[in-house]
């Protein structure tokens, strides 16, 4: 069975270029969460949607940051203009539920110079 | 400030020996979950536990949540050193729409 999809799985930027990271969340799961992790700060989620509607993007640092899902089986978190301080391993994950076991993909690490 | 603090940050031990690891709040929270992470990949959810002063147990690892539900342990038995990982404990939070994640605990079990 397929898991949560992520891409790129490295990203490698200079600072000010726009990034876009995907994923495709497990068929049937109605929530997906994106979240950023960092040593510093740990694992901070950014914004999450149910049945692809965004509930909560209070997460989210800027508003150089934007999220979308404009399917059940995809969706997009973008920065635009990138900075350093963005260089993080983004994850996305999803479950059955807004509480429910999370399921999540292997990353997309993002170095911003 | 993290919600959902837990100890050690880091902790090296040989193989063989027992280890707790420790996740509190000072807020009550309805169920906790404990996930693993290994280098380069995302967490995975080991347990969730519902019940205050619930157990669980998982071959070698023993979960407990507090009376309270503000706190739960996780104890290791004879640690080995395939329980290498980061240990984070997770948790609804605000009106139980989101899962928000505690600061880890960095595992290494030295052969």
């Known amino acids: 069975d397929a898991g949560v999809i992520q891409s790129p799985r490295h990203e490698v930027t200079e600072m000010g270029q726009e990034v876009t990271l995907r994923c495709k969340p497990i068929s049937g799961h109605n929530s997906l969460f994106w979240y950023r992790q960092t040593m510093m700060r740990g694992l901070e989620l950014l914004i999450y949607f149910n049945n692809n509607v965004p509930i909560d993007d209070s997460g989210m640092p800027e508003d150089r940051f934007s999220a979308k899902m404009p399917n059940a089986s995809f969706s997009t978190l973008k920065i635009q203009p990138s900075e350093p301080r963005d260089s993080a391993v983004y994850f996305c994950?999803?479950?059955?539920?807004?509480?429910?076991?999370?399921?999540f993909g292997e990353g997309s690490r993002l170095t911003v110079l | 400030t993290q919600l959902l603090e837990q100890s050690p940050q880091f902790l090296s031990i040989q193989e063989g020996e027992n280890l707790t690891v420790y996740c509190n709040s000072s807020s009550v929270f309805s169920s906790l979950q404990w996930y693993r992470q290994e280098p380069g990949e995302g967490p995975v959810l080991l347990v969730t536990?519902?019940?205050?002063?619930e157990v669980k147990k998982l071959k070698r690892l023993t979960f407990q949540f507090g009376d309270a539900r503000k706190d739960s342990s996780l104890h290791i038995t004879a640690a080995q050193p395939g329980d290498t990982g980061l240990y984070l404990c997770a948790g609804p939070y605000s009106s139980a729409s989101k899962i928000i994640f505690g600061s880890g605990t960095r595992l290494s079990i030295r052969p």
């Open positions: 994950a999803s479950s059955l539920s807004l509480t429910g076991e999370l399921f």
């Open positions: 536990v519902v019940t205050g002063g």
